[in-house]
């Protein structure tokens, strides 16, 4: 089983970006499609990006389509979440997650990791 490790969230105010890692181990991610997902205060956890295992193909959640880029590094074992012109409401703790399944990726991956929380002040 691959185990995930989130790291790059903090305060950044609004219109600022941010780049969210995620490192893997235990496993190449090569077999897996991997996903973004949020969690706001008092909400539940919503789908924010995937990736398919080559990264030819992505999906994105609406609210962050044209702002949030997801990458992977298949030789580093690492995925990537790039959050341009940020907003308070992207305030969450992000989660990265992992799957043999892009489609299931985006919706009850197998693998979570242990999030990382992001601050959007206004």
């Known amino acids: 089983q691959v185990q995930l490790v989130e790291s790059g969230g903090g305060l950044v105010q609004a219109g600022g970006s941010l780049r969210l890692s995620c490192a893997a181990s235990?496993?190449?991610?090569?077999?897996?499609?991997m996903g973004w997902f949020r969690q706001a205060p008092g909400e539940e956890r919503k789908f924010v990006a995937a990736?398919?295992?080559?990264?030819?193909?992505?999906y994105y959640a609406d609210s962050v389509k044209g702002r949030f880029t997801i990458s992977r590094d298949n030789a580093k074992n690492m995925v990537y979440l790039q959050m341009n012109s940020l907003k308070p409401e992207d305030t969450a703790v992000y989660y990265c997650?992992?799957?043999?399944?892009?489609?299931?990726?985006?919706?009850?991956?197998?693998?979570w990791g242990q999030g990382t929380l992001v601050t959007v002040s206004s």
């Open positions: 990736i398919n295992w080559s990264g030819g193909i992505t």
């Open positions: 235990g496993r190449t991610i090569n077999n897996y499609a």
């Open positions: 997650a992992a799957d043999p399944s892009v489609r299931v990726v985006t919706t009850t991956p197998a693998v």
